[in-house]
């Protein structure tokens, strides 16, 4: 069992930043794939970030590369979102993913993900 808990979410201006935190429960944490998610009202889940479980491998989805940054600290338990430049598309939900089932592959697919935290919203205002 897996407990994520996000927080760092808010109301920011057009090109502004925010750095999101996951914290997660249980002594598997820095053995798990993590991943970051947004969904916007009306649209599905999408894949924002993902990081290895060492730290040294990450994938972002195309929207976001060059303005959001994921890392991880295995000591802490936590994973981050660090969201630079941000633009009024950026506005959703944010929810961390871990993946307990594969160890190598960065899956981009929410179905690919067991536990979920519940999410922290992200507003940016133009």
């Known amino acids: 069992q897996v407990q994520l808990v996000e927080s760092g979410g808010g109301l920011v201006q057009a090109g502004g930043s925010l750095r999101l935190s996951c914290a997660a429960s249980?002594?598997?944490?820095?053995?798990?794939?993590m991943g970051w998610f947004r969904q916007a009202p009306g649209k599905e889940r999408e894949f924002v970030a993902g990081?290895?479980?060492?730290?040294?491998?990450?994938s972002y989805a195309d929207s976001v590369k060059g303005r959001f940054t994921i890392s991880r600290d295995n000591a802490k338990n936590t994973v981050y979102l660090q969201m630079n430049s941000l633009k009024s598309e950026d506005t959703a939900i944010y929810y961390c993913?871990?993946?307990?089932?594969?160890?190598?592959?960065?899956?981009?697919?929410?179905?690919?993900?067991?536990?979920w935290g519940q999410g922290t919203q992200v507003t940016v205002s133009s």
């Open positions: 993913a871990a993946d307990v089932r594969h160890t190598f592959v960065i899956y981009t697919a929410a179905s690919e993900y067991d536990y």
């Open positions: 249980g002594r598997t944490f820095s053995s798990r794939i």
């Open positions: 990081i290895s479980q060492s730290g040294l491998r990450t």
